[in-house]
């Protein structure tokens, strides 16, 4: 029996991705029926949903590209804070990867609340529940240059204890999405007080040779600085520890083992309390 990979679609990050790769058709025989769900709510923003299909391991190797066929067009997606409940409508979008989310701008989110994930295809449902926590601010972001020369960001907060934070990153002209900064989760519980974080770019599961961690001279970084729920924090901590410094493209057989907080598919569904920041990288003299 084949074993099924979850494609956190998120986390594949390729140069050049076209849109109409969306439709591009996958082989039916590698398909999975086993549901992904990644979503999340900022404070103050509106929820953003993305629902893919799992991937049996194919006996050919695969184009990465092709496996945006696994993206779900046809979910019916609901979030509900407890009183009203709002139906999620999917799109194209240039803003997020993959570039085909579910959304509504009927709704925010509001820091205490909680919020209820429902997703039903082909028969399946799947649900979540999250809390948006209260943000937190950075104390001071700025670029120190190191003695090799090169420029890195480093940002300071105070951890509280209780609370969970998380750093994800891009650069400016990048299309798609924050991605999660490397070694940039933490929690108050261990390591509570003034805190010091090495920013870089926001990394997923590409080439090594492809990847930088750092931001280049005249590139401006873009910052998301979350608190988050504990669970969602795990779901992170965790998924660090599987790509690790490696950044192959593969697919670790581990991933079925990521914690979740959604029943009845993979994935996670996230409340976060969001401070964005954005800094320039100076030209060199």
């Known amino acids: 029996m084949r074993r099924v990979l979850i494609i956190l679609?998120?986390?594949?990050?390729?140069?050049?991705?076209?849109?109409?790769?969306?439709?591009?058709?996958?082989?039916?025989?590698i398909r999975s029926d086993e549901?992904?769900?990644?979503?999340?709510?900022?404070e103050g923003g509106y929820p953003i949903v993305s629902v893919t299909t799992t991937l049996q391991r194919p006996d050919e190797p695969q184009e990465v590209r092709g496996l945006l066929a696994l993206v779900v067009r046809d979910a019916a997606v609901f979030?509900?804070?407890?009183?009203?409940t709002w139906p999620l409508q999917g799109s194209l979008t240039g803003d997020f990867f993959p570039p085909y989310?579910?959304?509504?701008?009927?709704?925010?989110?509001?820091?205490?609340?909680?919020y209820t994930l429902t997703v039903h295809y082909a028969g399946k449902v799947a649900t979540a529940t999250?809390?948006?926590?209260?943000?937190?601010?950075?104390?001071?972001?700025?670029v120190v240059e190191t003695d090799d020369g090169?420029?890195?960001?480093?940002?300071?907060?105070?951890?509280?204890?209780?609370?969970?934070?998380?750093?994800?990153?891009?650069?400016?002209?990048?299309?798609?999405?924050?991605?999660?900064?490397?070694?940039?989760?933490?929690?108050?519980?261990?390591?509570?007080g003034p805190q010091t974080v090495a920013v870089t770019r926001g990394s997923g599961l590409t080439s090594i040779k492809d990847y930088k961690?750092?931001?280049?001279?005249?590139?401006?970084?873009?910052?998301?600085?979350?608190?988050?729920?504990?669970?969602?924090?795990?779901?992170?901590?965790?998924?660090?520890?599987?790509?690790?410094?490696?950044?192959i493209?593969?697919?670790?057989?581990?991933?079925?083992?990521?914690?979740?907080?959604?029943?009845?598919?993979?994935?996670?569904?996230?409340?976060y309390g969001t401070s964005l920041y954005e800094i320039s990288i100076p030209e060199k003299e």
């Not at 209260?134 to 700025?142: F, G, H, I, Q, W």
């Not at 934070?165 to 940039?184: A, I, M, N």
Request: aromatic fraction near 14%; charge should be negative; charged fraction near 20%.
């Open 213 to 247: 961690p750092g931001y280049q001279p005249g590139e401006t970084a873009c910052i998301r600085f979350c608190t988050m729920p504990r669970e969602i924090y795990q779901f992170w901590s965790d998924f660090q520890s599987l790509t690790g410094i490696s950044y």
């Open 35 to 42: 549901l992904v769900v990644e979503g999340w709510i900022d």
């Open 130 to 142: 999250t809390t948006i926590p209260e943000k937190s601010e950075l104390d001071t972001l700025e």
């Open 249 to 271: 493209m593969t697919f670790p057989s581990s991933f079925d083992n990521l914690p979740s907080n959604v029943e009845g598919a993979y994935g996670y569904w996230a409340g």
């Open 101 to 114: 989310v579910y959304t509504t701008t009927q709704m925010k989110g509001e820091a205490g609340k909680s």
């Open 150 to 192: 090169v420029p890195r960001v480093y940002a300071s907060f105070t951890a509280l204890e209780g609370r969970c934070y998380g750093f994800f990153s891009k650069e400016k002209s990048e299309s798609f999405g924050y991605l999660p900064v490397f070694l940039g989760m933490v929690d108050g519980n261990a390591a509570s």
């Open 9 to 29: 679609l998120t986390a594949v990050v390729m140069s050049a991705c076209e849109v109409a790769d969306l439709i591009r058709p996958v082989d039916p025989a």
């Open 79 to 84: 979030v509900s804070d407890g009183t009203t």
